[in-house]
């Protein structure tokens, strides 16, 4: 059994899919982002962010964090993207 699960992390890892966090979607996923902006950006509590354009988002997350434009709740979530602005945006522009 351990021998499996052993093998079976192994193929994982040389997937990749250890290392998902690096890339937008796994930001996106990873910050809580999904909890409010839904799958894949699609739209829930929060605004959907699907298939807007990345520099748009990228603009609106800096705004966020500087303070130039003003929500509570997206002034506190906004410095966690902080350095992976521009894959999340991407990922979701991509949506
Ligand atoms: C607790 C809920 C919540 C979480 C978690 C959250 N957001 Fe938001 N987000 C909002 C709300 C609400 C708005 C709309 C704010 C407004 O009306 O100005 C928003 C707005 C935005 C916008 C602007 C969209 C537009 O069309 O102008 C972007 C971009 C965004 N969020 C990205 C993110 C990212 C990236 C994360 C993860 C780091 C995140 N949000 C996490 C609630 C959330």
Known sequence: MKKVLLVAATVAMSMGSFSVQADGAGMYNAL???GCHG???AGASAPKLAGKDAA???KQLKDFQSGARKDPTMNAMAPMA???EQAIADFLAGQ
């Open 32 to 34: 809580g982002c999904v």
């Open 39 to 41: 799958a894949n950006g």
């Open 56 to 58: 748009f988002l990228v």
């Open 82 to 84: 902080l350095g992976h």
